[in-house]
């Protein structure tokens, strides 16, 4: 089971940092990734790693201000969030899978097959 947190309504320009958590699970063998989604928007990937090389990756937007990190214990990861700019309110979700991804990093939602019940960010002066 994944549980997020550290979500909250925060000014632009601002900072966050969202975890997630495994229960019993040790996230060392599994991509995680995160995404964000708005009302009446399908989900979309935000960052995601890999769990081979410890490659990451992101979208564009994001480029430059988000970090994906993994904890030592291998049970929870990390989405530090810099500069955050005005958005719509969004819940972001993470997502685990387990597996052998070599040379690639699985960074879209049908690849995942676990979720977590997400957490909501607001960015609003």
């Known amino acids: 089971q994944l549980v997020e947190s550290g979500g909250g309504l925060v000014q632009p320009g601002g900072s966050l940092r969202l975890s997630c958590a495994a229960s019993?699970?040790?996230?060392?063998?599994?991509?995680i990734g995160w995404f964000r989604q708005a009302p009446g928007k399908e989900r979309e990937e935000v960052s995601c790693t890999s769990p081979n090389d410890g490659s990451t990756s992101y979208v564009d937007p994001v480029k430059g201000r988000f970090t994906i990190s993994r904890d030592k214990a291998k049970t929870t990861v990390y989405l530090q969030i810099t500069n955050l700019r005005p958005e719509v309110p969004a819940v972001y979700y993470c997502g685990a899978q387990k597996g052998l991804f070599i040379g690639y990093v699985p960074c879209a939602p049908s690849e995942y097959g676990s979720w977590g019940q997400g957490t909501q960010v607001t960015v609003s002066s």
């Open positions: 019993g699970r040790d996230l060392d063998y599994y991509a």
